[in-house]
C-alpha cells in the first residue's frame, strides 16, 4: 500500500536549519510531485512548495523563498525539505503529500525554541 | 497570491443535515480546486478534487461544485463522524493557497 513516511520531531534553536524527509512506497515515485505543506499549532493549511518528479525543479511560496530547499533522491524514493533562518514562527508540522492523489505523510513537528 | 475565503468559518449541524461551506477565490481559478477534511492530530484527507471530483473511497453524500471564483463543498447527510475542519485549496497559480478552513461540528 502506499506510505509516506516521514522523520520524527525536531527541536531546533532559532537560526538553526532542519531537514525534513518523506520517504514514499508503494507507488511509482518518479510519476508524481511532491507537496510540502505546514500547520502552526491551532492554525490552519499553508503551503511552501512543491518538487517536480524528476527532482530538478522546484516552486516554493514566496513567504518561504530564499529560506526554504526541496530535494528528491529518485534511488532511495525519498524527499527531502530543508528550512533555514529558523523562528519560532517556524513551529509547525510539516507535511510531504502527493496532493493530486491525496497520499499524505503522517506529519513531522518542528519545534524551534530557544 | 490568490486568496480563498471559506465561510461560514464555524458550523454546527443535526445528523441528517445538509450542509454547505463555500470558498471564493479573490480571481478566476477555472476548476483548479480541492477540498480536505482534516480531524485533529491527522493529516488532511483528500475529498474532492478539479472542484467536483469525488476522491475514490470518499463517501457519495459529499459533493463539490463551482468554478471560476465561487465552489462549494456539500455534505447531503450529515453524518457524526463528518465533525472535522474543511479546507479548500487551488492549484490554478502558485502559490497553491488554501482557505482558512471552516470547522463542522455536530449539534
Known amino acids: 500500500q502506499v506510505q509516506l513516511v516521514q522523520s520524527g520531531a525536531e527541536v531546533k534553536r532559532p537560526g538553526a536549519s532542519v531537514k525534513v524527509s518523506c520517504k514514499a512506497s508503494?507507488?511509482?515515485?518518479?510519476?508524481?510531485?511532491m507537496h510540502w505543506v505546514r500547520q502552526a499549532p491551532g492554525q490552519g493549511l499553508d503551503w511552501v512548495g512543491v518538487?517536480?518528479?524528476?527532482?530538478?525543479?522546484?516552486t516554493y511560496a514566496p513567504k518561504f523563498q530564499g529560506r526554504v530547499t526541496m530535494t528528491r533522491d529518485t534511488s532511495t524514493s525519498t524527499d527531502y525539505m530543508e528550512l533555514s533562518s529558523l523562528r519560532s514562527e517556524d513551529t509547525a508540522v510539516y507535511y510531504c503529500?502527493?496532493?493530486?492523489?491525496?497520499?499524505w505523510g503522517q506529519g513531522t513537528l518542528v519545534t524551534v525554541s530557544s | 497570491d490568490i486568496q480563498l475565503t471559506q465561510s461560514p468559518s464555524f458550523l454546527s449541524a443535526s445528523v441528517g443535515d445538509r450542509v454547505t461551506i463555500t470558498c471564493r477565490a479573490s480571481?478566476?481559478?477555472?476548476?483548479?480546486l480541492a477540498w480536505y477534511q482534516q480531524k485533529p492530530g491527522k493529516a488532511p484527507k483528500l475529498l474532492i478534487f478539479?472542484?467536483?471530483t469525488l476522491q475514490s473511497g470518499v463517501p457519495s453524500r459529499f459533493s463539490g461544485s463551482g468554478s471560476g471564483t465561487e465552489f462549494t463543498l456539500t455534505i447531503d447527510s450529515m453524518q457524526p463522524e463528518d465533525s472535522a475542519t474543511y479546507y479548500c485549496?487551488?492549484?490554478?497559480?502558485?502559490?497553491?493557497?488554501f482557505g482558512q478552513g471552516a470547522k463542522l461540528e455536530i449539534k
Open positions: 503529500a502527493v496532493v493530486r492523489v491525496g497520499y
Open positions: 508503494g507507488y511509482t515515485f518518479t510519476n508524481y510531485h
Open positions: 518538487i517536480n518528479p524528476s527532482g530538478d525543479s522546484t
Open positions: 480571481q478566476g481559478i477555472s476548476s483548479s
Open positions: 478539479d472542484a467536483s
Open positions: 485549496q487551488q492549484f490554478n497559480n502558485f502559490p497553491h493557497t
